[in-house]
Protein backbone atom coordinates (compact mmCIF):
# COMPACT_ATOMS: atom_id res chain seq x y z
CA UNK A 1 0.00 0.00 0.00
CA UNK A 2 1.72 3.04 -1.05
CA UNK A 3 1.67 6.93 0.96
CA UNK A 4 -1.16 7.82 -1.01
CA UNK A 5 -3.49 4.79 -0.91
CA UNK A 6 -3.39 5.39 3.06
CA UNK A 7 -3.96 8.64 3.17
CA UNK A 8 -7.27 8.84 1.04
CA UNK A 9 -7.59 5.24 3.30
CA UNK A 10 -7.77 7.57 6.35
CA UNK A 11 -9.90 10.60 4.50
CA UNK A 12 -12.53 8.02 3.68
CA UNK A 13 -12.14 6.65 7.75
CA UNK A 14 -12.12 10.25 9.04
CA UNK A 15 -15.63 11.02 7.15
CA UNK A 16 -17.25 7.61 7.80
CA UNK A 17 -16.68 7.97 11.38
CA UNK A 18 -17.95 11.96 11.13
CA UNK A 19 -20.78 10.89 9.31
CA UNK A 20 -21.54 7.75 11.88
CA UNK A 21 -21.12 9.77 14.56
CA UNK A 22 -24.00 12.13 13.30
CA UNK A 23 -26.04 9.55 12.50
CA UNK A 24 -25.79 7.66 15.97
CA UNK A 25 -25.81 10.81 18.07
CA UNK A 26 -24.49 10.21 21.57
CA UNK A 27 -21.87 7.69 21.30
CA UNK A 28 -19.17 9.76 19.24
CA UNK A 29 -15.28 9.41 20.07
CA UNK A 30 -13.68 12.89 19.43
CA UNK A 31 -11.90 13.45 15.81
CA UNK A 32 -8.95 11.26 16.30
CA UNK A 33 -11.62 8.24 17.68
CA UNK A 34 -14.44 8.64 15.00
CA UNK A 35 -11.12 7.93 12.49
CA UNK A 36 -10.12 4.96 14.10
CA UNK A 37 -14.10 3.68 14.17
CA UNK A 38 -14.67 4.85 10.41
CA UNK A 39 -11.29 2.79 9.32
CA UNK A 40 -12.54 -0.51 11.65
CA UNK A 41 -15.75 0.46 10.13
CA UNK A 42 -14.96 0.05 6.42
CA UNK A 43 -12.86 -3.07 7.83
CA UNK A 44 -16.43 -4.31 8.99
CA UNK A 45 -18.07 -3.59 6.28
CA UNK A 46 -15.79 -5.10 3.98
CA UNK A 47 -16.33 -8.53 5.42
CA UNK A 48 -20.02 -8.55 6.03
CA UNK A 49 -21.17 -6.91 2.43
CA UNK A 50 -19.43 -9.90 0.73
CA UNK A 51 -20.68 -12.36 2.90
CA UNK A 52 -24.30 -10.90 2.41
CA UNK A 53 -23.98 -10.46 -1.23
CA UNK A 54 -24.35 -6.73 -1.34
CA UNK A 55 -22.78 -4.21 -3.50
CA UNK A 56 -22.61 -0.74 -4.07
CA UNK A 57 -21.08 -0.46 -6.52
CA UNK A 58 -17.14 1.44 -6.94
CA UNK A 59 -16.05 5.04 -6.69
CA UNK A 60 -15.13 7.32 -3.56
CA UNK A 61 -18.84 7.74 -2.82
CA UNK A 62 -19.61 4.22 -2.37
CA UNK A 63 -16.69 3.62 -0.26
CA UNK A 64 -17.66 6.22 2.08
CA UNK A 65 -21.09 5.28 2.25
CA UNK A 66 -19.83 1.08 2.38
CA UNK A 67 -17.51 2.71 5.61
CA UNK A 68 -20.44 5.05 7.17
CA UNK A 69 -22.76 1.58 7.22
CA UNK A 70 -19.84 -0.14 9.23
CA UNK A 71 -19.09 2.60 11.23
CA UNK A 72 -22.66 2.77 12.22
CA UNK A 73 -23.35 -0.97 13.17
CA UNK A 74 -19.58 -0.65 15.35
CA UNK A 75 -21.06 2.51 16.98
CA UNK A 76 -24.28 0.91 17.80
CA UNK A 77 -22.49 -2.40 18.90
CA UNK A 78 -20.32 -0.23 21.33
CA UNK A 79 -23.14 1.90 22.79
CA UNK A 80 -25.12 -1.67 23.39
CA UNK A 81 -21.58 -2.89 25.22
CA UNK A 82 -21.07 0.41 26.84
CA UNK A 83 -25.23 0.21 28.68
CA UNK A 84 -24.53 -3.58 29.81
Known sequence: MGIESLIIF???GAIAGWLA???VSGI????????????VGAFIAGLLF???????????????IHATIGAVIL??????VKRA
Open 75 to 80: LVLIGL
Open 21 to 23: GVI
Open 50 to 64: PALGLSLGGGILAAI
Open 28 to 39: GFGLVGNIVVGI
Open 10 to 12: III
